[in-house]
């Protein structure tokens, strides 16, 4: 089953009338996804510490100059390639590290499908570069995991400071506790408010599908 659907929806926005008032103002979330797979776990990288409009279209770039990003592709670029494609050199490492991963046998992103979150968190978070937030991103965008905080997204913390009273990042992380297992959802619709106050089109804007 996926994150967005009407089911859930009825349940998270009775236990919490935050999400009834954002459904109200601005809809259902929309039902985001990416596929599983290198692909999308290279952006996601690319997407970390800096807008995601940026990451898109430094992500474009990449795309573009290999004709297709696979492992092998990644590891044929020198350091001169990846800054034509305004890859940064720490980017560039984790980039390297996952299809060094890859290539090597030490994680298989095919068989994270059928495995747990936990255990998808682990095998992740093993190879350099790869945190918790990208791991969040990854187990919802990809995996669609029902009941993810990503708690060190930025935009996640920063609209729940402004729809409710809690403000340390503690605080942040208890309340999403009340949303349980639905926080995945919870997450969309706190991007959705955020994107849709914002008049930002996420597809063009984010980088997120």
Known sequence: MTI???????????????????????????PWTRPPGFISLSKIILEQQVSLASANAHFLKLNTYLHGITPSNILRLTDED???????????????????????GEINLEALTEQ???????????????????????????????????????????????????????EIISLSEKWKPFRSL???????????????NFKNASGLI
């Not at 089911?7 to 103002?25: C, G, H, P, R, W």
């Not at 919870?186 to 930002?200: D, F, I």
């Open 4 to 30: 967005v659907n009407q089911n859930d929806i009825e349940q998270l926005t009775k236990m919490d009338s935050l999400f009834a008032s954002i459904d109200v103002k601005f809809g259902h979330p929309p």
């Open 116 to 170: 747990n979150e936990t255990e998808v968190r682990e095998k992740l978070t093993k190879i350099k570069g790869i945190g918790n937030w990208t791991a969040d991103i990854y187990l919802m965008f990809c995996l669609q995991s029902k009941d993810i905080f990503p708690s060190g997204d930025i935009a996640v913390i920063n609209t729940v400071r402004e729809l409710s009273e809690v403000k340390t990042k503690e």
């Open 82 to 104: 990846m800054r034509i494609c305004q890859i940064s050199r720490q980017k560039t490492i984790y980039l390297r590290a996952l299809s060094i991963a890859i290539l090597q």
């Open 186 to 200: 919870a997450t969309y619709y706190l991007w959705h408010y955020y994107l849709s106050k914002r008049q930002k």
